[in-house]
């Protein structure tokens, strides 16, 4: 399956800060099978419960609009790909 925007940027974020699932698990107090079923894709972001959302993004150090927000993810890749088209040209 196919990681959504809300899984491919929970997984960045707990990379980001160097946390294992299951650390982050406890943490947030998340079961870690949900933590492991977002970012493997299994699980969509959409049926993530607000509650659960809100204590990840507690954990983690980030607003619910830095974990949910779709918009993030499409101007992200765009500037990733326009900077790459920049380093072929030198």
Not at 51 to 57: G, P, T
């Amino acid at each position: 399956m196919e990681t959504d925007y809300i899984g491919r940027r929970l997984k960045h974020y707990r990379r980001l800060r160097g946390l294992k699932a299951s650390e982050l698990a406890k943490l947030s107090g998340v079961p870690q099978s949900t933590i492991s079923d977002l970012e493997r894709g299994i699980r969509s972001g959409a049926n993530l419960t607000v509650r659960n959302a809100e204590r990840l993004c507690w954990a983690l150090g980030i607003s619910l609009d830095t974990l949910c927000r779709q918009e993030r993810d499409e101007e992200e890749i765009e500037g990733s790909e326009q900077l790459a088209a920049a380093v072929a040209m030198v």
